[in-house]
Structure formats: C-alpha cells, structure tokens
C-alpha cells in the first residue's frame, strides 16, 4: 500500500519501548509514534497510553525518503487542551491591596552595594 504524508489511518500498536510505540500500520509496514506525538503534554509512561495489540488511528506525520521509516503521530488527531479555559487562567501570587512595585529593591540596594564593596576591599 502506499503511504502519503498526512494520511491518517488505523494501525496496531506492535511494540513499545521508552522513547515511542512501533504501529503496523499493515502485513508489510510499520512505523513509529514517538512519545512526544502520543497525547499533548507530557508523557511519563507510554504504557499508560497504549499497549500491544491496540488499535488506533494515527496521522503520517513525515516519510523518510531513503529509508523509509514513517513518523506518527496521536495527537494531532486531538483537540489541544490548552485551549480550555481551564489553563488561560491567571494566578496572582502577591497581594493585589499592596502596590509597592520596586520600592522593597530599592530601599535594600545601597546597603547590598555597601556591603558587597565592603566584602571587596577585605579579600
């Protein structure tokens, strides 16, 4: 069968090692989805994710010209959750009732310069 770049298409997954999972995409072709294109963000066991015998749908994500090794991917065939509002919003660490801005670093600075030339001078 021929194989295009952005084909997407149903495989099984084949084998598993830490750095992806081998996908028989058929009786004569394979190719790899590497972890970083299993799901968005981060991926701590890809056995969480798959496991042999599976089968998925998968994107050619590019097609190597001389060897022929074909690259997969997952997650492009999946909605990216940074896109929920969960993760646009904002979190506020300092106290929004103060508004001191510099003055903390400044009211500090001259005694760490005095001190630092200080520490210059005795060495």
């Not at 492009?76 to 670093?105: A, M």
């Amino acid at each position: 069968m021929t194989y295009h770049i952005g084909d997407i298409i149903e495989g099984t997954v084949t084998g598993i090692q830490p750095y992806g999972a081998f996908i028989a995409l058929d009786e004569e072709t394979q190719g790899l989805i590497h972890i970083s294109e299993c799901q968005h963000g981060y991926v701590k066991d890809i056995h969480q994710i798959l496991h042999i015998g599976q089968q998925i749908k998968v994107q050619i994500l590019d097609i190597d010209e001389f060897t022929h090794k074909i690259s997969l991917s997952r997650r492009t065939l999946v909605e990216n959750p940074t896109t929920t509002e969960r993760y646009r919003r904002k979190y506020y660490w300092t106290s929004r009732d103060e508004h001191t801005g510099f003055k903390p670093i400044a009211e500090r600075l001259p005694i760490w310069v005095a001190t630092a030339l200080e520490e210059l001078v005795n060495e």
